[in-house]
């Protein structure tokens, strides 16, 4: 959807930067209107390198390179297209949505409206088709899924049949839009098949209550047990959590994190309207962002299989790493919360629930079984491998705490305890200061590369002065980079440095025009640097010129370039 400049400036001028990115990061105070914080893109480095600007309503990483107005920052974070990211910000200052009326970006919302659609559409005909199907009626039954869960979550039945698509036609939808929706699929040789077929179905449905993809679950032994839409242009299971619509609303400052659908769908039919799971993937780092805009709490309660507590082990560094407080359900002798549920009763897992150890605690566990404590060997085995783990927390007190913990367990002094703890922590730094070098090293050689047009550039967008030397001096074609040709004829024409950061015309752009505005250039005489930088582009662009009437062998256009001023 194409927006109006004038509505996108009111957009960010509701939205301030520093409160957005202030609701999801902890910021520090870098100077008068300045705050620098750890970037959340990119997880490499604990040197925060995420520079914002009050003043400036702009924020960029100097490590990974993103950067831009607040709109950018919520695509980034949220997973969401520029369309989506003005509406969500727009929401939240209570403006009301303009009528599209471009004839650009509103091609691809009108795609998303047709697929919503037709997903909303398919929604019904697989929820109509349960109440017909006997086999999955009972598959339902014995699951323990009420009337009142069915209807919460939608849930209905794919039958084996073609009939979806004369519904979905007669609705006025086409096979290629119905296929783009992921309800078909097109076979090597261009025939359709049915995506979904003899499967209980499990609508996904986002934040904005739209219906987005589904997830099918097999009857009996068939396999795959799940199967989920592909991605789609409204869909990417690495950016959503099932149940997520529900959960937010949750007045219990945690969520579960299960495994699956059903996992969820019990946990809710029990009660525990805070639970989510992940789409058919291990957890995410998009995923974790996405929880962190409503819970600093999580409580993992994965399967207890190898592969639920392998799960459970990354799941607990990703989260960590954003900040997210974790705890671990120990569900002893069930594999799942749905058979503990079934076995012991909500009651009995809500007191799991609120007596599941902090992450460290569960880990401490885990290690202990690993080694032989009664062997000097274990001991020290125990002693490293905790270490290696406690060296992960920030809390000096925790640290301490578990250090000791440990020291008694392993028979080792405590002393010795935080020499390995030292040492651990001294190795993620030091590969941290050679990431950090590395990103120094390549935006040093960025900036020998830099050309003087995007140099002049910057100190047009941050200088009044600077604009009119080049304004005087200068026609927008003698920019080469197409970027900074088009930059320059905006501002020729009058556009402000603000009216540019709200045009959609250089939303794609923001990385590169944060990154000139919130940059530190260290120029004491702006003018003498213009007038200059002006000269190289000049002479830069009138020698292009040459060459290209050399090429042609235009001898008039030579002698008149030749005759123009330097």
């Known amino acids: 959807m194409r927006f109006s400049d004038e509505f996108l400036q009111e957009v960010m001028m509701r939205n301030d930067i520093v409160d957005i990115i202030g609701q999801s990061i902890k910021l520090q105070s870098a100077g008068v209107g300045k705050f620098k914080a750890l970037c959340p893109f990119h997880r490499d480095t604990k040197t925060p390198s995420l520079s914002i600007s009050a003043d400036k309503q702009l924020f960029h990483c100097f490590g990974c390179g993103k950067g831009g107005t607040v709109i950018q920052f ?8 520029f369309s989506e990211a003005v509406k969500y910000l727009a929401e939240k200052a209570n403006m009301d949505i303009p009528e599209d009326r471009g004839q650009g970006l509103e091609v691809r919302n009108d795609i998303k409206k047709i697929l919503y659609g037709v997903n909303l559409e398919a929604a019904k005909y697989f929820k109509d088709e349960l109440k017909k199907s006997k086999k999955a009626q009972e598959y339902a039954s014995e699951r323990g899924l009420s009337e009142q869960i069915i209807k919460r979550f939608g849930i209905g039945y794919a039958p084996n049949n073609l009939q979806i698509l004369d519904i979905l036609k007669e609705k006025g939808y086409t096979e290629e ?61 690495s950016y959503n959590l099932f149940a997520l619509n529900f959960a937010k609303n949750s007045n219990k400052p945690y969520l579960l994190l299960a495994e699956g659908y059903m ?38 309660c994965y399967d207890s299989d190898e ?36 076995k012991y009763g909500g009651g009995a897992f809500g007191d799991l629930v609120e007596k599941a150890p902090i992450a460290i605690e569960h880990i401490y566990e885990d290690i202990s079984k690993r080694f032989d404590l009664g062997t000097s060997e274990g001991k020290i085995g125990f002693a490293r491998a905790m ?27 405590y002393e010795a305890i935080v020499s390995e703890m030292t040492k ?15 990103e120094n090293a390549k935006a040093f050689s960025m900036n020998l590369k830099s050309n ?35 930059l320059a004829e905006a501002m020729f024409e009058g556009k402000t440095a603000e009216e540019i950061k709200s045009s959609s015309d250089f939303a794609e ?55 123009e001023e330097s």
């Open 424 to 438: 651990a922590r001294k190795r993620t730094t030091n590969n941290e200061q050679r990431t950090t070098v590395g």
């Open 452 to 486: 003087a047009e995007r140099e002049l550039i910057a100190l047009m967008m941050q200088d009044k002065n600077a604009l009119d030397i080049a304004k005087k001096n200068l026609k927008e074609n003698d920019f080469e980079g197409e970027l900074w040709r088009r």
């Open 263 to 300: 996992d969820v769908i019990s946990l809710h039919a029990a009660g525990f309207d805070m639970a989510v799971a992940t789409l058919g993937t291990a957890l995410t780092e998009q995923q974790c962002r996405l929880i962190r805009r409503y819970r600093s709490e999580v409580v993992i």
């Open 177 to 237: 839009q119905i296929n783009l929706a992921g309800i078909t699929g097109t076979s090597e040789d261009g025939d359709i098949y049915l995506r979904f077929r003899d499967r209980l179905m499990f609508p996904i449905i986002d934040l904005r209550k739209n219906v987005i993809a589904f997830g099918g679950r097999a009857f009996g032994e068939a396999q795959p047990k799940y199967l989920n839409t592909s991605q789609t242009p409204i869909f990417n299971k």
């Open 307 to 342: 592969a639920g507590q392998k799960a459970t082990a990354r799941a607990i560094d990703l989260l960590g790493a954003e900040g997210i407080k974790a705890k671990v359900l120990v569900q002893n002798d069930c594999k799942d919360p749905d058979e503990y549920i079934k």
């Open 74 to 81: 919520v695509m980034e974070q949220d997973g969401l297209d």
């Open 387 to 413: 270490a290696g783990e406690l060296a992960k927390i920030d809390s000096e007190i925790e640290r301490e705490i578990y250090g000791r913990k440990v020291s008694e367990e392993a028979g080792v002094g």
């Open 509 to 563: 752009n923001m990385n590169e025009i944060a990154e000139m505005c919130l940059g530190d250039n260290n120029i004491q005489d702006i003018k003498l640097a213009a007038m200059e930088l002006v000269r190289k582009v000049k002479t830069n662009s009138k020698k292009r010129r040459l060459d290209e009437a050399a090429r042609e062998n235009n001898i008039e256009e030579i002698q008149k370039i030749m005759q």
